[in-house]
């Protein structure tokens, strides 16, 4: 079975300026997640996507091997990822003559993963025979009893009312929140339907301490910290 690995990143960001090239414990931010991908030994391809040559380069030195650059109208701050994944996928069958039969896609903000969840993506949707499988964890609130919403009319409720009321979080479903960290497709329902769900979709659990996406100065500073703590590193100096 072959599998492709696809990254895309975009030059530009609003939370942080220039987040993706950052460096991350002396590393671009982006060398992490092409390092876990490499370090699987899953993906006889790995290509990195976007409008930046500045990032294109610094991928194919992490070592990536595919640079794709990406249209202008996949890089605004508007445009959505899944017609940029789409768009890396078929560059990298087109280039390299080979379809594979399942892609997964990685997101740079995402460092704290572990070459052994993208494994257990990858597993779980071979198993599993679903369409793809995306990851999450356990969501710190539920939207059954202390999850709200804003309404229309300016008042907040829950976001999913039940009648009768649920006050109780061992009675009702699990739910978790995406940390768009790993999504993994089968090629070919993907480039008939681009979609992030399907009626079979599987989700891979992945911890909270593993699951934070980089936003803001804050999540950048949290992942920092996590990762020293991970790699036994001092603390840095203020």
Known sequence: MKL???ICAR???????GKNARELLGRPLLAWTI???RQTGLFETIAFSSDSDELLQAALAAGANLAVKRPDAMATDSAPKIPAIRHC??????RTGTSPDIFV?????????LPSDIAGAVALLERSGACNVITGASARRSPYFN???????GTFGLSKPVDPPITRRQ???RCFDMNASIYAWR????LENPSVFYPDTQLFEMPQERSVDIDSDLDFTLVELLLRKRLALPEARP
């Open 4 to 6: 492709f690995c696809t």
């Open 11 to 17: 030059g530009g960001s609003k939370g942080i300026v």
């Open 35 to 37: 390092d876990q991908a």
């Open 89 to 94: 996928l078929e560059q990298a069958i087109a």
């Open 105 to 113: 896609d990685l997101d740079v903000t995402s460092p704290l993963r």
């Open 147 to 153: 999850l709200v919403e804003a309404r229309a009319d």
């Open 171 to 173: 009675d009702v479903p």
């Open 187 to 190: 090629v070919t329902p993907f």
